[in-house]
């Protein structure tokens, strides 16, 4: 009976702990399974990043998850003492634009209660991503791991951004639950720790139903992005030497100073951007212009065939690196051969030419003549007609011979421009605009068969110039003929120089013209067309027997670069300098400023290119993919 009696009594409480479980907190239960929904959600946004929101329709697409440590890197570089020292830099936080904004920062950073570096990483430390539809829709989402940050931010956008009809409060909507607000050319929305602006209905509405349930056909699963952000990696040696340095700061228990850091990752596919009408004019099979074909020519073709384009912009403290790529394949190449190179040797440029003072190198590989030949197949039919009245003109110079085979023919593909500064301390007269001197640097097929060619032909070119020269009452030119020990034995040069009259032959400031002595030089296989007389004997003197030898082109690798041009920023500064006060003046004539407003405009154009250290191109093609690099240093 007792027995019987506890069963029921232990039945009756289970029933009312089971009932008190299953009635009573209820509403909790629920409201930990939607926290959980919401947790995994958010886990799926993060592992698909800020792509995995937009569809995969998108034509371009930019990314920024490293803003708090770009800023860092700014406002901690070694350079910004010296910015700040700046009479410029003075003079513009003394204006009252600066005071401003920096009351718009004071009260932003009042609103969101911290400083603005804090607040600009505090409101991306997931991310920043924009996209662009073919339609035109764009959309700009911010990610934040801070939801009372973002909420302020976005109050803070209600406040400021225009509305519709001049109204003082965004109109607002519902969509799937969420607040939609409506503005006068955007709508603004909030979800947890995200943020989206965007310009289309349409598209807000697909980025919105990824925020609230992510999905396996975003941007982020497509092929062409995931290949894209491949391409994007980093660098292994990169990511090392930046974890070294923070693995170095932390033992030294010190500040970890950022290294790298990527501002922006960008992604275009190529075949929707044409819908928005990018570069169609850029992109054309045929180019209106001779030039941009040489310079751009196999780039272009490139473009016109892959399925996509990617970009990133990384900074350091010692410098700003730009990265375009591309997929590429040796069957897009026809009919740019000349670009870049034939099936059987690497189009490769020989290496940039090493001088004191020089301010600028470019080496390239380009087949002139192969170019010239087929300019049908490359360029426009009034391109075409143009270079047809260049050969006519060209081959009557050549007596009669074929320009494009005969004498474009005779060089060797890679092509060598190189400049420096000039040292003008002893010349008389000395002009009064100083300009570098610069030169082109060939090798020759046969030397021994053209050598003789180019040397009658520049001396026929200096006769035409005196020609028309006496005509206009310009300065007459003497020719001469030196020769010059180098590493490849004797070298001969054609000399020019302009012939100074009585009362200038000890001026200061003579015409422009004094800059010139144009001459012909040959060294081997090797020859100069350059500015002046001191810098074609220093080429031919450096000259190595066994250059032409490094240059094989066949015995290049096909990833070595096919251009490459170098800028020294400490000598183009030399340059700018030399000529201050006729910049000054100029400024005076074109903008009718005073003579100390355009004194205090070329000093900071003086100022600012001393912050730089150089400048560098680097463009490679291999079987797979094409490379543009620019590399931007600044002083340490």
């Given at each position: 009976m007792l027995a019987q009696v506890f069963r029921t009594r232990l039945a009756i409480v289970a029933c009312i702990v089971a009932a008190t479980s299953i009635g009573l907190p209820a509403d909790l239960v629920a409201n930990d399974r939607e926290a959980a929904d919401r947790e995994a959600t958010d886990?799926?946004?993060?592992?698909?990043?800020?792509?995995?929101?937009?569809?995969?329709?998108?034509?371009?697409?930019?990314?920024?998850?490293?803003?708090?440590?770009?800023?860092?890197?700014?406002?901690?570089?070694?350079?910004?003492?010296?910015?700040?020292?700046?009479?410029?830099?003075?003079?513009?936080?003394?204006?009252?634009?600066?005071?401003?904004?920096?009351?718009?920062?004071?009260g932003f950073e009042n609103t969101m209660q911290m400083s603005l570096p804090e607040a600009l990483d505090r409101l991306s430390d997931r991310g920043i991503g924009i996209g662009v539809e073919p339609s035109g829709g764009v959309g700009l989402v911010m990610q934040s791991s801070d939801v009372a940050a973002m909420e302020k931010f976005r109050n803070l956008l209600l406040a400021f951004l225009p509305k519709k009809d001049g109204d003082i409060s965004a109109e607002q909507k519902t969509y799937r639950g969420v607040p939609v607000y409506l503005l006068k050319d955007l709508i603004l929305v909030q979800v947890d720790g995200t943020l989206l602006i965007c310009n289309q209905r349409d598209l807000g509405k697909v980025i919105i139903d990824r925020m609230l349930e992510p999905d396996d056909n975003s941007l982020a699963q497509a092929p062409n992005?995931?290949?894209?952000?491949?391409?994007?990696?980093?660098?292994?040696?990169?990511?090392?030497?930046?974890?070294?340095?923070?693995?170095?700061?932390?033992?030294?228990?010190?500040?970890?100073?950022?290294?790298?850091?990527?501002?922006?990752?960008?992604?275009?596919?190529?075949?929707?951007?044409?819908?928005?009408?990018?570069?169609?004019?850029?992109?054309?099979?045929?180019?209106d212009d001779f030039g941009a074909e040489v310079i751009f020519g196999g780039v272009l073709s490139n473009l016109r065939q892959t399925s996509r384009l990617s970009l990133s912009l990384d900074l350091s403290?010692?410098?700003?690196?730009?990265?375009?790529?591309?997929?590429?394949?040796?069957?897009?190449?026809?009919?740019?051969?000349?670009?870049?190179?034939?099936?059987?040797?690497?189009?490769v440029a020989p290496p940039l030419i090493e001088l004191n003072d020089r301010l600028f190198a470019l080496s390239t590989h380009r087949d002139l003549s192969q170019l010239w030949l087929r300019s049908g197949d490359l360029l426009s039919d009034a391109a075409v007609d143009g270079l047809a009245k260049a050969d006519s003109q060209l081959s009557t110079f050549f007596s009669g011979k074929d320009f494009g085979e005969d004498i474009l023919g005779s060089l060797n593909s890679g092509i060598q421009i190189v400049g420096r500064v000039a040292d003008p301390s002893e010349q008389l007269p000395r002009p009064a605009i100083q300009l570098p001197e610069f030169a082109m640097q060939f090798r020759l097929k046969d030397p021994a068969e053209t050598q003789r060619e180019f040397r009658r032909v520049f001396q026929s070119f200096i006769g035409f110039l005196n020609v028309v020269g006496a005509m206009n009452g310009n300065p007459q030119m003497d020719l001469g003929m030196?020769?010059?020990?180098?590493?490849?034995?004797?070298?001969?040069?054609?000399?020019?120089?302009?012939?100074?009259?009585?009362?200038?032959?000890?001026?200061?400031?003579?015409?422009?013209?004094?800059?010139?002595?144009?001459?012909?030089?040959?060294?081997?296989?090797?020859?100069?067309?350059?500015?002046?007389?001191?810098?074609?004997?220093?080429?031919?003197?450096?000259?190595?027997?066994?250059?032409?030898?490094?240059?094989?082109?066949?015995?290049?690798?096909?990833?070595?670069?096919?251009?490459v041009l170098g800028i020294n920023a400490s000598a183009s500064q030399t340059i700018l300098k030399a000529n201050q006060d006729q910049l000054i003046a100029s400024n005076m004539l074109s903008k009718g400023q005073t003579r100390d407003e355009a004194a205090a405009e070329i000093g900071l154009l003086l100022e600012g290119v001393g912050l730089l250290k150089d400048f560098r191109v680097d463009l490679r093609f291999d079987d797979q993919r094409m490379v543009l690099s620019a590399d931007l240093g600044v002083q340490p």
């Open positions: 886990r799926e946004i993060a592992e698909a990043g800020i792509a995995g929101l937009f569809p995969r329709s998108i034509a371009a697409f930019a990314k920024c998850d490293d803003l708090g440590n770009a800023v860092q890197i700014v406002l901690n570089h070694p350079l910004r003492n010296r910015i700040e020292a700046l009479p410029a830099y003075q003079a513009a936080t003394a204006s009252a634009g600066y005071a401003n904004a920096k009351l718009a920062i004071a992005y995931l290949a894209s952000c491949a391409e994007l990696a980093p660098a292994e040696s990169q990511a090392a030497e930046s974890l070294a340095a923070e693995s170095q700061a932390a033992a030294d228990d010190r500040p970890v100073t950022p290294q790298n850091a990527r501002l922006i990752s960008a992604y275009v596919d190529l075949q929707a951007a044409g819908k928005l009408g990018w570069a169609n004019d850029a992109l054309k099979e045929k180019q403290p010692s410098d700003i690196r730009l990265r375009l790529a591309s997929p590429h394949q040796r069957d897009w190449e026809p009919p740019r051969e000349y670009y870049f190179g034939e099936a059987s040797a690497a189009a030196e020769t010059v020990k180098g590493s490849s034995g004797v070298a001969q040069l054609v000399t020019s120089s302009f012939v100074a009259g009585e009362d200038e032959r000890e001026s200061t400031a003579a015409p422009i013209q004094f800059n010139f002595s144009p001459t012909l030089g040959f060294a081997g296989d090797v020859m100069v067309l350059s500015s002046t007389t001191d810098l074609a004997k220093d080429l031919v003197a450096m000259t190595h027997p066994s250059a032409s030898q490094k240059n094989d082109l066949g015995a290049s690798q096909r990833n070595d670069p096919n251009t």
